[in-house]
């Protein structure tokens, strides 16, 4: 069965730090580019970033740029987010997505059931 | 970045009746080279992660039912719901990957009437 299962997330404090986890199954998880895509309560989802197939190459939104980094562990078969200085602006359930992108198919079409990150003091 | 907005923010429809939820994109997502729309909608329901139904704007995803449709080109599109379901209540969002900064639209809600 081709699955994500995010870990990690949790309460912190402002300022502080987090490193959360995609484990990937089911699929030949170094072929694919991965996303992480955030949900504040009862909001929409923001894209906060992505990285290649083989990690060499990342964007991110401007709102966590220099304060998140994306990477990835191809032969564990994990995505990571490290997540340094937040803020309450960033708490929202974090998913992990895969992209599919090929000449007959585009769209995140496999996603996490989220981890739920929380800034509080 | 390319912003996404929606209309209506929410809407209620019938059982049986048609939903129709529309998106524009501040620029035009078609590229030239392909003449694909990188613009897809997802939906989402209460609790769970949201989930692809249409891709390069009227691809349906496989196993998505065929009374979702999308339609448009360039900068404005549109997700229909032929004749809507009680399992289609959900948020419905647009998403463009013209460029690597993703963006997704503010979300329609569909409710039952």
């Known amino acids: 069965e081709v699955q994500l299962v995010e870990s990690g997330g949790g309460l912190v404090q402002p300022g502080g730090s987090l490193r959360l986890s995609c484990a990937a199954s089911?699929?030949?998880?170094?072929?694919?580019?991965m996303h992480w895509v955030r949900q504040a309560p009862g909001k929409g989802l923001v894209w906060v970033s992505r990285i290649n197939s083989d990690g060499s190459s990342t964007s991110y939104a401007d709102s966590v740029k220099g304060r998140f980094t994306i990477s990835r562990d191809n032969a564990k078969n994990t995505l990571y987010l490290q997540m340094n200085s937040l803020r309450a602006e960033d708490t929202a359930v974090y998913y992990c997505?895969?992209?599919?992108?090929?000449?007959?198919?585009?769209?995140?079409?496999?996603w996490g059931q989220g981890t739920t990150v929380t800034v509080s003091s | 970045d390319i912003v996404m907005t929606q209309s209506p923010d929410s809407l209620a429809v019938s059982l049986g009746e048609r939903a129709t939820i529309n998106c524009k994109s501040s620029q035009s997502v078609l590229y030239s080279s392909n003449n694909k729309n990188y613009l897809a909608w997802y939906q989402q329901k209460p609790g769970q992660p949201p989930k692809l139904l249409i891709y390069w704007a009227s691809t349906r995803e496989s196993g998505v039912p065929d009374r979702f449709s999308g339609s448009g080109s360039g900068t404005d599109f549109t997700l229909t719901i032929s004749s809507l379901q009680a399992e289609d209540v959900a948020v419905y969002y647009c998403?463009?990957?013209?460029?690597?900064?993703?963006?997704f639209g503010p979300g329609t809600k569909v409710d039952i009437k």
């Open positions: 997505a895969r992209i599919t992108v090929t000449t007959s198919k585009f769209g995140m079409d496999v």
């Open positions: 089911g699929f030949t998880f170094s072929s694919y580019w």
């Open positions: 998403q463009q990957y013209y460029n690597t900064l993703i963006t």
